[in-house]
Nanobody, 127 residues
Framework: QVQLVESGGGLVQAGGSLRLTCAAS????????MGWFRQAPGKERECVSV????????YYTDSVKGRFTISRDNAKNTVYLQMNSLKPEDTAVYYC????????????????????WGQGTQVTVSS
């Protein structure tokens, strides 16, 4: 089992940057594929970016490609989401998610793929 705590959200002007951090506690963080999801008011929770256990494979939803970067540090039990050139439409609660998998390279894109979730961190981008 793993517990996830997000941090780094806040209020930023359009064009600005934020770095989200997801700290995991528990055992064997390197056995989990990780993902960042977001949910805006009145909308479904969507997959933003995911990363495989060995960080060799990543995925980005089209709207954030070229602006967001996901990374992980297995020694620190942490996954990051660097968000640059933020836009008002990026405003949402951002959630970190984890899924144990025997595959070092596999990524998971669906909300239902993930077993563990953080409490979320609010990101607000003003125009």
């Amino acid at each position: 089992q793993v517990q996830l705590v997000e941090s780094g959200g806040g209020l930023v002007q359009a064009g600005g940057s934020l770095r989200l951090t997801c700290a995991a506690s528990g055992r064997a963080f390197n056995m989990y594929a990780m993902g960042w999801f977001r949910q805006a008011p009145g909308k479904e929770r969507e997959c933003v970016s995911v990363i495989s256990r060995n960080a060799g494979n990543t995925y980005y939803t089209d709207s954030v490609k070229g602006r967001f970067t996901i990374s992980r540090d297995n020694a620190k039990n942490t996954v990051y989401l660097q968000m640059n050139s933020l836009k008002p439409e990026d405003t949402a609660v951002y959630y970190c998610a984890a899924r144990a998998t025997p595959s070092e390279a596999r990524t998971f894109l669906r909300r239902s793929d993930y077993d563990y979730w953080g409490q979320g961190t609010q990101v607000t981008v003003s125009s």
